[in-house]
């Protein structure tokens, strides 16, 4: 899968203009957040928290349009809790997202 960083930047600039600290400012919250539910992905230990990280990690990147790490949240949702081949994949989407 390829990972599109420019696609968060136009989301983010089609919500809030060309506003680039507001940009900047939303654009470490938005990697914080998913950073934080892929981290409760791997200390989820049940299929239910598993399964609610994964769900909120799709919400997340569904309000920015992300549709590369929309699937890869439903990949998430749909394995065993901590499948490390996941979990490395969700963490190679969000560097990806962070490094443009």
């Known amino acids: 899968m390829s990972y599109d960083p420019g696609a968060l930047h136009a989301a983010l600039a089609a919500a809030v203009g060309e506003d680039s600290a507001l940009i900047a400012d939303l654009r470490v919250a938005f990697l914080e957040s998913a950073a934080r539910q892929i981290d409760l992905l791997g200390r989820a230990r049940c299929d239910a928290n598993w399964e609610l990280a994964a769900w ?8 920015f349009g992300l549709t590369t790490l929309m699937a890869l949240a439903d990949e998430a949702a749909a394995a065993a809790p901590g499948d490390p081949r996941v979990l490395r994949r969700l963490q190679a989407a969000l560097a990806g997202l962070d490094h443009s």
């Open 56 to 63: 909120r990690l799709k919400g997340l990147a569904a309000s």
